[in-house]
């Protein structure tokens, strides 16, 4: 399925991720990759070892990446990889068939191409999920998964429905704002960039749900890995109260809570992700 609505929408929504890292204030290179999933977009910065990669979620990618990827690359050598079939700068088809193992294969493809040493894997939300689907090996150092899906179904409400329709059926940059601040913590105020970016979205591309629980068995395999699970506490997506359990049951992980941020964080809070990817890294090995 080609997520875009017109080949004219694709080319809005791709001038504003590349202008959007023309304007990216660190040293960074990008680079395109072919994989079985398609074209693959990934922007490198930063140097030291370990090297880091970040997987956005839904509807995220590089270009909207660029606060914790900044803070990451001052520690260590940072990769963002675009998802294929998200908007951003990859493939525009979206895996039609067994979506997750379908990502988790990609990812095993693509990391010998990324680092030629160990990784550690940071998932935000969808990314988490895509993280957890892919092959425990001694490459992967460490595993960060930050407000994760794959654990539970994302949670529906009320006020879900009544951030979410308007944004599809009128999308401008009060519908989009609203949307955000139902996914960020109370009080926190989207950026410009971020409101822009949802517009841009809604209007020029096919967005996608969030996926859920996956099979236990897939989960159980990384329990030999360093890992951390944290979720913002405000969450509304994965609330930190529904999390715990599944996590502590098919990861043996603790699920950290970030005091004062939502469903965003590495958005919102991108230098509490950064503490906790020091803490792996310290670890790895």
Excluded: K
């Excluded at 959007?20 to 070892?49: K, N, Y």
């Excluded at 525009?92 to 693509?110: F, M, T």
């Excluded at 894997?121 to 794959?150: E, F, K, N, Y």
């Amino acid at each position: 399925m080609n997520i875009y609505r017109s080949e004219s929408a694709r080319q809005t929504l791709t001038d504003w991720c590349r202008q959007r890292l023309d304007g990216w204030d660190v040293e960074h290179t990008r680079e395109v990759l072919d994989t079985a999933l398609g074209p693959t977009h990934v922007v490198v910065a930063g140097q030291a070892e370990p090297t880091v990669v970040i997987l956005p979620g839904t509807n995220f990618n590089a270009a909207t990446s660029t606060a914790i990827a900044g803070r990451s690359a001052a520690r260590h050598r940072t990769v963002v990889v675009d998802l294929p079939g998200q908007p951003g700068l990859s493939a525009a088809q979206r895996p039609e068939c067994d979506r997750l193992r379908r990502y988790g294969s990609w990812v095993d493809e693509l990391l010998p191409l990324l680092a030629d040493a160990q990784v550690v894997l940071l998932g935000h939300s969808l990314g988490a999920a895509v993280a957890l689907a892919a092959t425990p090996t001694d490459r992967i150092a460490g595993l960060l998964l930050i407000d994760p899906a794959g654990f539970i179904r994302a949670r529906l409400t009320g006020r879900l429905l009544a951030s979410t329709l308007p944004w599809i059926l009128r999308p401008n940059a009060r519908t989009s704002e609203r949307m955000l601040r139902y996914m960020s913590a109370p009080g926190h105020a989207p950026s410009r960039e971020l409101i822009d970016w949802l517009t841009i979205i809604i209007r020029c591309a096919h967005t996608s749900v969030a996926p859920g629980p996956m099979p236990a068995e897939l989960i159980h395999r990384w329990q030999s890995t360093p890992r951390v699970v944290a979720t913002g506490e405000h969450d509304r997506f994965f609330p930190p109260d529904h999390l715990r359990g599944p996590v502590r049951d098919r990861l043996d992980s603790d699920t950290v809570v970030l005091a004062g941020a939502g469903h965003l964080t590495p958005q919102e809070h991108p230098d509490d992700v950064v503490a906790l990817l020091a803490g792996l890294a310290r670890n790895r090995g």
